[in-house]
């Protein structure tokens, strides 16, 4: 009898989180889902009376004025570079750092670290006119360099502190026993801890490029041409007065969604392998 009363408990328990994890799933695809839909869609069958769920004629003309008539093209380019420029800025500072103060005891180390937390506690609407006066006077406003290296200002931290997580982890004798056999400092960090944390430093470049793929704010108010605007400022400047091009917006979306998919689909595997290390070792 009570062995019959834990088998009910169990499926019972096992059915409320299938239906807990399907419903958390229908609400993370239900909007990409019904963006595809709209993106699809003629202008005239968007905005109507009654709710049409499945388009009633499909149409990919969202797409093409998207990339023939406007400068999407250019935006998403530069979103491309900026992204790339961060992670690359990040993971060759923040690597460094993040090895510093996993394995060295020295004096402000734990300032320096609380100083980091410091900076992602701040909004970040409050780093916009300190960063626009920097950028201004050392001539990197309205520039995809600039631009990262705003980026760079508050997902630094970031990187640091994630990245320090698995190089605590990373056994120390097998970095002791390489500098023993005559490795340099450096080359055991490259050598030896590197590898060891590949999938971490992969999860957390990862979360840093999204971050910076997505980044809205500074990128409206550091530049101005469309030589250095980004994708998500490019749709908002699409919204004008009078209009709201619901198919183009929705074809944008879905378009600039599609390197974050290909990022993951290439490289899910380590980076939750990654992400699941971090958690144990926490």
């Known amino acids: 009898m009570a062995q019959a009363t834990r088998s009910r408990s169990k499926l019972f328990w096992d059915v409320a989180s299938y239906a807990l994890l399907l419903l958390l799933a229908f609400i993370c695809i239900a909007p990409i889902v019904w963006t595809f839909l709209t993106?699809?869609?003629?202008?005239?069958?968007?905005?109507?009376?009654?709710?049409?769920?499945?388009?009633?004629?499909?149409?990919?003309?969202?797409y093409v004025r998207l990339w023939n008539q406007s400068s999407y093209p250019?935006?998403?380019?530069?979103?491309?570079?900026v992204t790339s420029v961060t992670v690359l800025i990040c993971l060759f500072t923040g690597t460094i750092a993040s090895y510093a103060f996993s394995r060295f005891q020295f004096r402000g180390r734990t300032e320096l670290m609380l100083g980091y937390l410091v900076v992602r506690m701040f909004p970040a609407v409050l780093m916009i006119i300190p960063l626009f006066i920097v950028m201004r006077q050392v001539g990197l406003l309205d520039s995809t360099i600039g631009l990262?290296?705003?980026?760079?200002?508050?997902?630094?931290p970031l990187f640091v502190w994630m990245l320090k997580g698995f190089f605590d982890a990373a056994p120390k004798e097998l970095e002791s026993a390489a500098r023993i056999d005559g490795t340099?400092?450096?080359?055991?960090?490259?050598?030896?801890?590197?590898?060891?944390?590949?999938?971490?430093?992969?999860?957390?470049?990862?979360?840093?490029?999204?971050?910076?793929?997505?980044e809205f704010?500074?990128?409206?108010?550091?530049?101005?041409?469309?030589?250095?605007r980004t994708w998500p400022v490019g749709l908002q400047l699409m919204v004008?007065?009078?209009?709201?091009?619901w198919g183009m917006l929705a074809a944008g979306g879905?378009?600039?969604i599609l390197?974050?998919?290909?990022?993951?689909?290439?490289?899910?595997r380590a980076m939750v392998a990654g992400i699941t290390a971090g958690a144990v070792k926490g």
Not at 259 to 268: D, E, R
Request: hydrophobic share 55%; with cysteine; net charge neutral.
């Open 217 to 228: 704010l500074f990128a409206l108010m550091l530049t101005t041409s469309q030589g250095s």
């Open 74 to 81: 250019v935006l998403v380019l530069n979103s491309l570079v």
């Open 39 to 62: 993106s699809i869609k003629f202008e005239a069958d968007i905005v109507t009376r009654e709710m049409h769920y499945i388009p009633p004629r499909v149409t990919f003309e969202n």
């Open 148 to 156: 990262a290296i705003a980026y760079t200002s508050f997902l630094l």
């Open 254 to 256: 879905m378009i600039s």
């Open 240 to 245: 004008g007065e009078f209009q709201l091009p």
């Open 259 to 268: 390197p974050v998919v290909v990022l993951f689909a290439i490289v899910q």
């Open 184 to 214: 340099t400092r450096l080359g055991a960090m490259f050598r030896i801890v590197i590898p060891i944390a590949r999938n971490g430093l992969l999860a957390t470049c990862v979360f840093v490029a999204i971050a910076a793929w997505n």
